[in-house]
């Protein structure tokens, strides 16, 4: 009721309203133990250079393992962690354990480039490049093993500040790409300044680029190539998808499709498997 009244009107403080501010401040309480003690834990999604059917590289992605209420995924602890000051150790721990999980790779003979997801509070308080220096420093992982993804709205927040923080990464070997591309409405002018590695083609264009998203990814691809990125086509579900991808000219491709998210020793297995190699001519 209190929504429905409208953004100007005051809002009641119901009982409802007064659990889930509890529920959250608790999440957050179990969020900061998680944190420190091992509660957390990465999948790893595949992403695929279809020039070749490499596996070039996978995107890191957090999951918690609540003692309760059992797995729990990043859009509903992310956002807490934004709220109560804990985006950036559960970030420092994501970039530490992505970097140690990667070396170990490199040792096994299974060289990937690995992808970390970035909320937009770390541009904000300025500890993004040291923080990336650490954890790779403390894997003893070559920097063009690492890159990080910021998506198009937080870069877009404060571009002046987005493209100082890529250009100091870029000069230690780490490329930043742009996330979600294509699903807000940031200024495409101050988008391009800012010196991104890829362009990730947000999900929501993929699904329909078979219709006229298909013309929007087109435009993202030459976007791309005329500044002298790559681009990415996420969340790919089916052949027919991935076929169209690869025709409108997207660098690479990540989905379902291609490979699920998966725990560290299941990647390795399944890289082991297939050689590090898809073959993307297949249906
Ligand atoms: P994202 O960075 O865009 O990551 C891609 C999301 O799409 C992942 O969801 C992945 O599992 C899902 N996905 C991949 N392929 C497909 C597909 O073919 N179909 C569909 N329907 N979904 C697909 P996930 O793991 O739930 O992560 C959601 C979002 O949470 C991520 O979106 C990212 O913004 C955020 N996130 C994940 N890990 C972290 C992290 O360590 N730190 C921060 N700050 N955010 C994270
Ligand atoms: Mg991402
Ligand atoms: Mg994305
Ligand atoms: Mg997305």
């Not at 962690?81 to 994501?94: C, G, K, M, N, S």
């Not at 970097?99 to 480039?113: E, F, H, I, L, Y």
């Not at 040291?130 to 992982?141: E, P, R, W, Y």
Request: with cysteine; hydrophobic share 45%.
């Amino acid at each position: 009721a209190a929504k429905a009244a409208g953004r100007n009107r005051v809002r009641v403080f119901s009982p409802e309203l007064r659990d889930s501010v509890q529920r959250k401040v608790q999440l957050a309480s179990e969020l900061r133990d998680a944190i420190a003690d091992g509660g957390l834990t990465l999948h790893y999604q595949p992403v695929v250079e279809v020039a070749t059917g490499r596996v070039t590289g996978v995107e890191a992605l957090v999951r918690w393992q609540h003692p309760e209420r059992g797995w729990i995924g990043p859009c509903e602890f992310v956002p807490v962690a934004e709220q109560h000051d804990l985006v950036i150790p559960l970030t420092r721990w994501v970039l530490g354990e992505a970097c140690r999980q990667t070396a170990a790779w490199r040792d096994d003979g299974v060289p990937v480039v690995t992808g970390v997801n970035i909320s937009a509070v770390h541009l904000v308080t300025g500890t993004l490049v040291d923080d990336v220096l650490t954890a790779l420093q403390g894997a003893g992982l070559d920097p063009r093993q690492l890159v990080v993804e910021l998506t198009e709205t937080s870069a877009a927040e404060d571009p002046a500040r987005a493209a100082q923080q890529f250009r100091r990464l870029r000069e230690l070997g780490v490329e930043s790409w742009i996330d979600d591309f294509g699903s807000g409405f940031s200024s495409l002018g101050r988008l391009v300044a800012i010196p991104a590695g890829v362009l990730k083609i947000d999900r929501s264009l993929v699904t329909g680029a078979d219709g006229p998203a298909g013309a929007a990814i087109a435009a993202v691809v030459g976007l791309a190539q005329g500044c002298g990125m790559r681009s990415l086509a996420e969340g790919v579900e089916t052949a027919g998808q991935l076929r169209r991808v690869v025709d409108l000219g997207c660098s690479y491709a990540q989905g379902f499709h291609l490979g699920r998210p998966m725990p560290a020793e299941e990647f390795l297995g399944w890289m082991r498997a297939n050689g590090g190699r898809l073959d993307l001519s297949a249906g």
